[in-house]
């Protein structure tokens, strides 16, 4: 298990742009794969995008795909999810996540530590 710790959420117009930051409590963030999930009031938890512990793209949902990347700086322990061209349907609280051994890096289940996320409102 590792702490997360999400930030740089916040309230943005739609058309702007935030970027997230995930990092670890310990220096143990490179042992891991990442995902980004995002949940929003009344609904399921929903993927966004991984990154493998070296840094390969493993997936953006459709819905963001284009307007979103995520990368990790593992010197840095810090994953990131840069969003841009932001709508209101992205508003959401953002989690990241982390897996030693990812099969299926769209499931929430595939992951065993959360961070407590962090909200982003995009106003239209």
């Known amino acids: 298990q590792v702490q997360l710790v999400e930030s740089g959420g916040g309230l943005v117009q739609a058309g702007g742009s935030l970027r997230l930051s995930c990092a670890a409590s310990e220096r143990t963030l490179s042992r891991y794969h990442i995902g980004w999930f995002r949940q929003a009031p009344g609904k399921e938890r929903e993927f966004v995008a991984a990154v493998s512990r070296s840094g390969g793209d493993l997936g953006y949902a459709d819905s963001v795909k284009g307007r979103f990347t995520i990368s990790r700086d593992n010197a840095k322990e810090t994953v990131y999810l840069q969003m841009d061209s932001l709508k209101p349907e992205d508003t959401a609280v953002y989690y990241c996540?982390?897996?030693?051994?990812?099969?299926?890096?769209?499931?929430?289940?595939?992951?065993?530590?959360w961070g407590q996320g962090t909200q982003v409102t995009v106003s239209s």
């Open positions: 996540a982390a897996s030693l051994l990812l099969s299926s890096p769209r499931r929430t289940d595939a992951y065993g530590s």
